[in-house]
């Protein structure tokens, strides 16, 4: 080979290797900046949406023409889980419920995990609709005992509560009326509970601050 096209051949080699080296660093930026923004949108025990997902979808969802609903609920005596099985249990527990709900069918849009032992799905349709989402949410719970990683079972139930999206109201409403009707099917023992917008305004006070940031 002469060294002219030895120098050509030499050359076109380190671009092509320079180009791969380029393209391998770009995809692993690109892996990295979309894993980031994976973890900050979504729970790391159960990887279902997380609050900040949820209020996002929540906000569009106000500005949007369909009918939207908000169910809430929490698992019933999940501090005793916790105290007399261990966290680990009580994680494999919140991944396992974050399976039952996410795989809800429609008309649930959004099943998310907001802290602790409390879940929300954001359910697209009228008060049937998501009267609907909410006990299927509370029977898939409770349905079936569920098993841990040691091969014993627990049994669970939740309590769940739901409003419906409608003009003018915000997110922190929104939020605060499914958390009351949430209290309110806990303290009845019901299981499930709609708010209705018709007997007065819902107990701001009772719920919890976290739902009040936004």
Do not use: C
Not at 7 to 30: D, F
């Amino acid at each position: 080979m002469s060294p002219i096209l030895h120098t050509i051949v030499t050359t076109v080699g380190g671009i092509l290797a320079g180009l791969a080296l380029a393209g391998a660093l770009l995809w692993r930026q690109h892996h990295a900046l979309e894993a980031a923004r994976h973890d900050a949108t979504h729970d790391e025990i159960t990887g279902l949406p997380n609050r900040r997902l949820l209020l996002t979808r929540l906000r569009a969802a106000l500005n949007h023409h369909g009918s939207f609903g908000l169910v809430l609920l929490d698992l019933d005596r999940f501090k005793t889980v916790n105290d007399t099985f261990g966290h680990d249990t009580g994680n494999v527990l919140l991944a396992q419920v974050g399976r039952l709900l996410a795989g809800l069918d429609a008309p649930v849009e959004v099943a998310a995990r907001l802290s602790g032992d409390e879940f929300a799905l954001l359910v697209r349709g009228d008060r049937d609709d998501v009267a609907a989402a909410a006990q299927a949410a509370w029977s898939s719970i409770g349905g079936a005992p569920l098993r841990l990683t040691d091969g014993n079972t627990i049994e669970v139930g939740a309590s769940v509560g739901y409003t419906l999206l409608r003009l003018g109201i915000s997110p922190r409403q929104v939020l605060a009326e499914a958390d009351q009707a949430m209290y309110q099917a806990k303290r009845l023992g019901l299981g499930v509970w709609g708010h209705s917008p018709f007997t007065g305004a819902p107990d701001y006070g009772r719920s919890r601050d976290r739902h009040h940031q936004h």
